[in-house]
Every structure is written in structure tokens, then in C-alpha cells.
């Protein structure tokens, strides 16, 4: 895909230039060539193609995310993965 966008480009771009040097054309009509003709059609159809990756990264990002809140519920309240010690510390002895 990335490689017909490259040659896409290249004959736009070639396009402009034979019209900015053209005796009857204009720098600002190149431009307006180079956009109308590339940039703005190729960014249309490259957005259009990407939507499948896009839709595959959203879903991947959306099964990570239940994944860590699944291991999170989970988890013991504080943290620890070892049995809690005794709340009340032990009255010291006398000797």
C-alpha cells in the first residue's frame, strides 16, 4: 500500500512541476495541484485502508485493558500475595 502512495506522490509532484514551469502555468496553481490531486485523495484513501489495523488495535487495546482490571479484582486488597499478619501487635512480656 505504502508503495503505490510513493508513486502516487511521484506523479503528482511531476505534475506540479511541469505546471509551475509551464509558460501558461502558475506556482500557485502547482500547489493547488499537488493538493488536490495527492495529497488530499491519497490521505482520503490511506485513512480508508488503515481502518481494519486501526479496528484491530482498538480491539486489542480494549481486551489488554479488561485483562489487567480482571487481574486486579482479582488481587488480595492490599497487594500482597501472602496471608496478612496479625492486626493487633503482641503485648510485650516482662521479664
Do not use: Q
Not at 57 to 62: G, I
Not at 80 to 95: I, L, M, Q, T
Request: proline share 8%.
Amino acid at each position: 500500500m505504502y508503495l503505490v502512495a510513493i508513486a502516487w506522490i511521484y506523479v503528482v509532484l511531476m505534475m506540479a512541476v511541469a505546471e509551475a514551469v509551464d509558460r501558461n502555468g502558475t506556482v500557485v496553481g502547482a500547489v493547488f495541484t499537488f493538493l488536490g490531486y495527492g495529497v488530499l485523495p491519497l490521505a482520503i484513501v490511506m485513512y480508508i485502508g488503515r481502518a481494519p489495523a486501526r479496528r484491530r488495535a482498538r480491539r486489542a487495546l480494549e481486551a489488554r485493558e479488561e485483562a489487567e482490571r480482571a487481574a486486579a479484582s482479582a488481587a488480595p486488597p492490599d497487594g500482597g500475595d501472602h496471608a496478612p499478619r496479625d492486626p493487633v501487635a503482641p503485648e510485650r512480656e516482662e521479664p
